[in-house]
T-cell receptor
Framework: DTEVTQTPKHLVMGMTNKKSLKCEQH?????MYWYKQKAKKPPELMFV???????INESVPSRFSPECPNSSLLNLHLHALQPEDSALYLC??????????????FGPGTRLTVT | TQLLEQSPQFLSIQEGENLTVYCNSSSVFSSLQWYRQEPGEGPVLLVTVVTGGEVKKLKRLTFQFGDARKDSSLHITAAQPGDTGLYLCAGLEYGNKLVFGAGTILRVKS
């Protein structure tokens, strides 16, 4: 099973709202990721969690707040977003890279629209 | 950060034609992955190549990893409308980071 699930599938929120995106995997992976993707562009890395600890933050604005409650779950808390934050948000998971080889599996994404 | 140059950016072909997508870098990658993505969905992993010179086949898709592990190609034989999508190559960088190419938008017309 190589499934990563994400909820919700679609989300529309105002600039003053607070919402959360959720991601779950049961592959025993200990690395989890958030990406942002604009139409017809490659995914852009936002955050990496390794063994439930934040290991990479790609200078993401503080209105995006990640959380990794346990090894299977990853959340992205959203607050005071801007219309330009509208995008497809992707979660991914993998083994932790130790020997230079791992495979990253993506979820179906959450289509976020900020009004 | 290492860079991956992917070409072409757009490809529109007729059903039954063959095509090749290229990914090139001046840096060595320990492994390289190819993904296919449909609009509104997440990327789906097609293949991972690890060894220099490696060739992998997935039905009508053939993947090659260059001998020096700096470049890779995806060849599709007899393309079908179902092959339409965004194709992404991604190289593994140190620290659990994937470096993505810009992507190739493929449209196969029937």
């Amino acid at each position: 099973d190589t499934e990563v699930t994400q909820t919700p599938k679609h989300l529309v929120m105002g600039m003053t709202n607070k919402k959360s995106l959720k991601c779950e995997q049961h592959m025993g992976h200990r690395a989890m990721y958030w990406y942002k993707q604009k139409a017809k562009k490659p995914p852009e890395l936002m955050f990496v969690y390794s063994y439930e600890k934040l290991s990479i933050n790609e200078s993401v604005p503080s209105r995006f707040s990640p959380e990794c409650p346990n090894s299977s779950l990853l959340n992205l808390h959203l607050h005071a977003l801007q219309p330009e934050d509208s995008a497809l948000y992707l979660c991914a998971s993998s083994q932790v890279e130790t020997s230079g080889y791992y495979e990253q599996y993506f979820g179906p994404g959450t289509r976020l629209t900020v009004t | 950060t290492q860079l991956l140059e992917q070409s072409p950016q757009f490809l529109s072909i007729q059903e039954g034609e063959n095509l090749t997508v290229y990914c090139n870098s001046s840096s060595v990658f320990s492994s390289l992955q190819w993904y296919r993505q449909e609009p509104g969905e997440g990327p789906v992993l097609l293949v991972t190549v690890v060894t220099g010179g490696e060739v992998k086949k997935l039905k009508r898709l053939t993947f090659q990893f260059g001998d020096a592990r700096k470049d890779s190609s995806l060849h599709i034989t007899a393309a079908q409308p179902g092959d339409t999508g965004l194709y992404l190559c991604a190289g593994l960088e140190y620290g659990n980071k994937l470096v993505f190419g810009a992507g190739t938008i493929l449209r196969v017309k029937s």
